[in-house]
């Protein structure tokens, strides 16, 4: 897996925010609903399974025009360790009703445990999912995302994990 995922979320994102927010201002602060949410994911690298993985975040509440500042850490079986910060876009107005597209794209730290090197410190970690909103606030979402250096190393082969994430609302 390539830079995709990240191509999907700044065309998707800065497409809703110049139809839906700019009107009003692109990058206005409004309110948002903080989450917490916990998340289970196989681990894949070069299209193998090797393991199971722990997500940990935290969205902030907070918007800026369509983006919504979040947090995580994450830790695998094998004790490699990801901690890092971006922005979230989410819309359900590609779908009526409680289904929504979420994706995100997070600058972090890697700490190499076990695992297979995948290429330095500095790794990004590009999201795309697909969720339900349940009318207490908790959402469900299924995702899947990407782990890479953006090439800022000469090696980067990539981790990529397939989750199941629960959030729930403050």
Known sequence: MDGTLAAIFLIASLTDMALTDCPT?????????????????????????????????????TSYGPFQPTIGASITDLGDVWVGAGPKWTTQSLINGPFFVEASLMP????????????????????????????NGITLLASYDHRSNADTQDFNPGLETIALRVAFPF
Do not use: H, M, N, T
């Open 25 to 61: 201002g692109c990058l206005a602060q409004s309110d948002a609903i903080s989450r917490l949410s916990f998340q289970a994911a196989k681990v894949e690298f070069q299209e193998d399974i090797i393991g199971d993985e722990i997500y940990v975040g935290y969205d902030f509440g």
């Open 108 to 135: 972090g730290y890697f700490a190499l445990g076990d695992g297979p090197e995948i290429g330095g410190s500095l790794q990004f970690r590009s999201s795309l999912g697909a969720g339900f909103a349940f009318d």
